[in-house]
């Protein structure tokens, strides 16, 4: 952005230099071309200052909604479960293949499809195993 700066100073020192007058119809429009220059770089240079004061803004309520998060769900770990195993079961009312996580057997006293919303696994008639 000092690089705008700069050259727009210089263009309005090689304007002095050059002397020229503001009494021709082309000496108004470049004065007033090279003003408008510099307030556009004035106004880009502001615009810059307040992305990055809003970007550092953003940046500490992101680290301290992680902190948040962290505080109500605990580690992200606890929710990657690799020992994860699902069991393919084929819905004997719609024959839609539907899949189960196995401990769901262990926890559930009946499981349904997820299609027909019939029972596929009653633990007192079936084995999961099978």
Known sequence: MDYLLEKVAYLKGLMDG???DDSTKEGKILINVVDI???IVHEIADLT?????????????????SDIEYELYGDDDEYCDDDLH?????????????????D???????????????????????????
């Open 37 to 39: 220059l510099h307030d």
């Open 49 to 65: 200052a307040s992305n990055d004061e809003l970007d550092e803004y953003i940046q500490t309520i992101d680290e301290d909604l």
């Open 104 to 130: 769901l057997f262990e926890t559930e006293n009946e499981l349904y499809c997820p299609n027909c919303k019939e029972s596929i696994y009653n633990e007192d008639l079936s084995d999961p195993e099978d």
């Open 18 to 20: 050059l002397e020229i």
């Open 86 to 102: 699902y069991i393919e079961v084929e819905c004997p009312h719609c024959q839609e293949t539907v899949y189960f996580a196995d």
